[in-house]
């Protein structure tokens, strides 16, 4: 992993932490997975915007796999967005987190900075599902019981419906974090410094 210039080399410890990774991305998407189009517009876009920075940057037999897969959610999204009338399910939420982490390690092993790539694409979820989770670790709350503290939950609350939601998550993606993982991946801007210039406002 490179942080601001500097490459850090975690040898077997970076297997554990990968473990981790992906049992997080797995979980934090099932959290994220509760309004119509929501996990499917964000598969959608964090894949094809990953295509984009993997052709500019020359990387392109990276492109094929994230592709696929956007291709396959965005059949699904023509059915789940809302308002939805076929739902993604634990099976379907699960699936796509642990794929994404397996495409960002993957990424990674071609070029360090890929890994923060995909680490901005995926923004608006990681921010969040484990925002929200500190939070109630904070608070003393049951981690492990159902609730409905999420930040896209607060606003679909307050919205009275799935769309607004759904297409603000789509926007800022498109306007706000693409644009920044365009910055890291292709034109050379530090990886931590683009993830926390995506993630302090979010």
């Not at 499917?40 to 940057?57: M, N």
């Not at 059949?75 to 796509?96: K, Q, V």
């Not at 987190?97 to 900075?113: E, K, R, T, V, Y």
Request: with cysteine; hydrophobic share 60%.
């Amino acid at each position: 992993v490179s942080v601001f210039g500097v490459t850090i080399d975690f040898g077997w410890v970076g297997h554990i932490i990968a473990a981790f990774y992906l049992v997080w991305l797995l979980n934090l998407y099932n959290f994220m997975d509760g309004i119509d189009g929501i996990a499917g517009v964000e598969a959608v876009t964090a894949c094809f915007g990953a295509c984009l920075i993997y052709w500019l940057g020359g990387f392109e037999s990276l492109v094929w796999a994230p592709l696929l897969l956007a291709a396959a959610v965005l059949g699904f999204l023509c059915w789940n967005f809302p308002p939805a009338r076929i739902f993604m399910g634990d099976a379907g939420s699960g699936f796509l987190g642990i794929i994404l982490g397996i495409f960002s390690l993957q990424a990674s092993s071609s070029a360090p900075q890929l890994l923060w790539v995909w680490l901005i694409l995926l923004g608006v979820f990681i921010v969040d599902a484990t925002f929200t989770l500190l939070r109630r670790l904070m608070r003393g709350d049951k981690v492990y019981e159902a609730h409905r503290s999420h930040a896209y939950q607060f606003a679909s609350r307050s919205a009275g419906r799935h769309l607004p939601v759904t297409v603000g998550v789509l926007m800022i993606n498109l306007l706000w974090l693409l644009p920044i993982a365009l910055s890291v991946g292709v034109w050379g801007v530090d990886g931590m410094l683009g993830l926390l210039i995506a993630y302090v406002p979010l």
